[in-house]
């Protein structure tokens, strides 16, 4: 089967928290990577995810050792919207 993996860089004004992180990560720029496996058979070529990996720490760090944590896409975009709720919480204050 042909793979592919797509970035895209997604950004958290706020310090955040995954399921399996003791501690959490600060707030900044990350790359989310997924990996997507060609779906056969189609008269057109569609692609559906496999996995999904964000790369930490933030882009910004200068680190030269980087990690791939396994996460869920779900779980990403929960976390994206409590960040959005806590900055729209802040700036009614």
């Known amino acids: 089967m042909k793979e592919r993996k797509t970035y895209k860089e997604i950004t958290f004004a706020n ?3 995954l399921d399996g992180l003791v501690v959490p990560l600060e707030a900044g720029t ?3 990577v997924v990996d997507e496996q060609l779906i056969e058979g189609l008269s057109f070529p569609s692609y559906q995810p496999v996995a999904t990996h964000l790369e930490i720490p933030a882009i910004s ?11 869920s ?3 990403i975009e ?16």
Do not use: I, M
Request: net charge negative; with cysteine.
């Open 78 to 93: 929960e976390a994206l919207q409590k960040d959005t709720e806590s900055q729209c919480g802040e700036s009614d204050q």
């Open 30 to 32: 990350y790359r989310l």
């Open 15 to 17: 310090p955040f928290v």
């Open 61 to 71: 760090a200068q680190l030269v050792k980087r990690q791939f944590l396994q996460v």
């Open 73 to 75: 896409a779900d779980e």
